[in-house]
């Protein structure tokens, strides 16, 4: 049985900080086919509201810490301020847009990462087999573009932080048995370069093989190995394309063109 | 054909301002069999979130102005902290929540508050016939229980800050004609007092007609006088009753017994 195909996108920080880039964003997100899911990360917003309040930032192996005052920021922000926002904005694209988080209708489990050297507060590991996915497949048949908040919870009350590329690749292995799914990272560069100093040498198409290979000689940026480790991992688990690209091609990456990305296969 | 009953609910800002009332509130609606709908109101947390960013608080004629930045605070603070968090709470007592804005899936439309003699700003009026009740119709067949925040948009990509009281006899009449309705409005009184001085001479039944003789007498505080307004169009328009008591007796306001409300019939 050929599976009908689903577009998981990601979108992060750097298009939610630039409303010309998000709203041109918001354009290419609505035209896409349905059935599509969008998943959001932060921005500068949490960063910014939590100085205001003066709750200081802390951030242990690049990585922040989030204590209670942190999550409340977060919950604030990515669930209320930016996942409504881009609800309405889509909205008035005529895409059926739903806001969630992992704690609506159960449908993102996590726990609460174990302390071991390092405490990281209120952040969540994701459990991947408690992932709803009838519930997502049944707002999809419903003509419902689900947009999901970098949240989860751990079934005990407890709202939870966690990581948006990891929650779009654990929605998007969890909808692999019953769909084409591909999934979609967007960032602010045009994807996996051959050579760091030419951003030209974009690899349309990489293997696992050629990312070790690249990785182990130190070619691939720090900022990159999650998303990649990310994407092949997906794509292990039945994910059927991983695509890691600019933006502002979305179109093309959608329709499964090279050029504006990497897809890795 | 004899509908099924849908209990509608809506807690104020007291509730949740009062830790220990708020999941004492919870315990008691996560045992109420589903279908049922959560209306939450905003609370204390959104004045003083506004009062720690320096935004001040406008009020005209008794009502707060939603500035652009007062809606930000009301969509953080209503859509994000206070609604994740009760869908959170809810998960943790079997009650598979989902926490939604109207606009979620398009759900309830309004339009922005005309500008007469006062400019209200961002604040909507529902368009009733736009509530779109087989969108919740479906959520409550799959055993979901809504949770709506206080937040409209108007189809054109703007939020809109909306009375929750107002919002949950909206809700009400639009799924009048599928379930049994029943609105429960749960504040810090026990209902309709006969004799302001007497809080123990609850009104267990009112009519439209004993409303507007008390009203007319001056015996109804003006607080309650929206509530009841609100109360009695629902029940014109198709709602089965609609009750106004304390939130500590909802076990009781379930079940349809007098004592800690006043009914409106």
Same mark, same amino acid.
């Given at each position: 049985m050929k599976m009908s195909p689903l577009n998981i996108i990601k979108i992060g920080g750097n298009i939610l900080d630039d409303e010309a880039a998000l709203h041109r964003f918001l354009d290419d997100f609505a035209r896409i086919p349905a059935p599509k899911i969008l998943l959001h990360g932060g921005g500068k917003k949490a960063t910014a509201l939590a100085a205001q309040l003066g709750i200081p930032t802390q951030m242990v192996q690049g990585r922040r810490v989030t204590d209670a005052a942190t999550l409340d920021i977060a919950v604030m922000v990515y669930a209320g301020l930016i996942n409504k926002n881009l609800v309405a904005q889509l909205q008035a694209r005529s895409c059926r847009a739903l806001g969630l988080c992992g704690a609506d209708a159960g449908c993102i489990r996590a726990v609460k990462r174990p302390l071991? /050297? $390092?405490?990281?507060?209120?952040v969540g590991d994701i459990?991947?087999?408690?992932?709803d996915k009838d519930f997502f497949h049944n707002l999809l048949s419903q003509g419902i573009t689900p947009v999901i908040a970098p949240l989860t919870h751990d079934g005990q009350g407890q709202l939870l932080n966690t990581n948006a590329d990891t929650m779009a690749s654990a929605v998007a292995v969890a909808l692999a048995p019953l769909y084409e799914v591909r999934l979609m990272y967007c960032?602010?560069?045009?994807?996996?370069?051959? /050579? $760091?100093?030419?951003?030209?040498?974009?690899?349309p198409e990489l293997s696992e093989q050629e990312y070790e290979a690249l990785k182990a000689q130190g070619a691939v940026s720090a900022g990159m190995i999650p998303k990649l480790d990310n994407a092949f991992a997906a794509i292990r688990q039945g994910v059927s394309g991983v695509a890691i690209g600019d933006a502002r091609y979305l179109p093309a990456i959608a329709a499964g063109d090279t050029g504006g990305a990497t897809w890795c296969v």
């Amino acid at each position: 049985m050929k599976m009908s195909p689903l577009n998981i996108i990601k979108i992060g920080g750097n298009i939610l900080d630039d409303e010309a880039a998000l709203h041109r964003f918001l354009d290419d997100f609505a035209r896409i086919p349905a059935p599509k899911i969008l998943l959001h990360g932060g921005g500068k917003k949490a960063t910014a509201l939590a100085a205001q309040l003066g709750i200081p930032t802390q951030m242990v192996q690049g990585r922040r810490v989030t204590d209670a005052a942190t999550l409340d920021i977060a919950v604030m922000v990515y669930a209320g301020l930016i996942n409504k926002n881009l609800v309405a904005q889509l909205q008035a694209r005529s895409c059926r847009a739903l806001g969630l988080c992992g704690a609506d209708a159960g449908c993102i489990r996590a726990v609460k990462r174990p302390l071991k /050297d $390092v405490d990281f507060g209120f952040v969540g590991d994701i459990i991947s087999e408690a992932i709803d996915k009838d519930f997502f497949h049944n707002l999809l048949s419903q003509g419902i573009t689900p947009v999901i908040a970098p949240l989860t919870h751990d079934g005990q009350g407890q709202l939870l932080n966690t990581n948006a590329d990891t929650m779009a690749s654990a929605v998007a292995v969890a909808l692999a048995p019953l769909y084409e799914v591909r999934l979609m990272y967007c960032f602010e560069k045009r994807g996996v370069l051959r /050579d $760091v100093n030419d951003a030209l040498s974009v690899i349309p198409e990489l293997s696992e093989q050629e990312y070790e290979a690249l990785k182990a000689q130190g070619a691939v940026s720090a900022g990159m190995i999650p998303k990649l480790d990310n994407a092949f991992a997906a794509i292990r688990q039945g994910v059927s394309g991983v695509a890691i690209g600019d933006a502002r091609y979305l179109p093309a990456i959608a329709a499964g063109d090279t050029g504006g990305a990497t897809w890795c296969v």
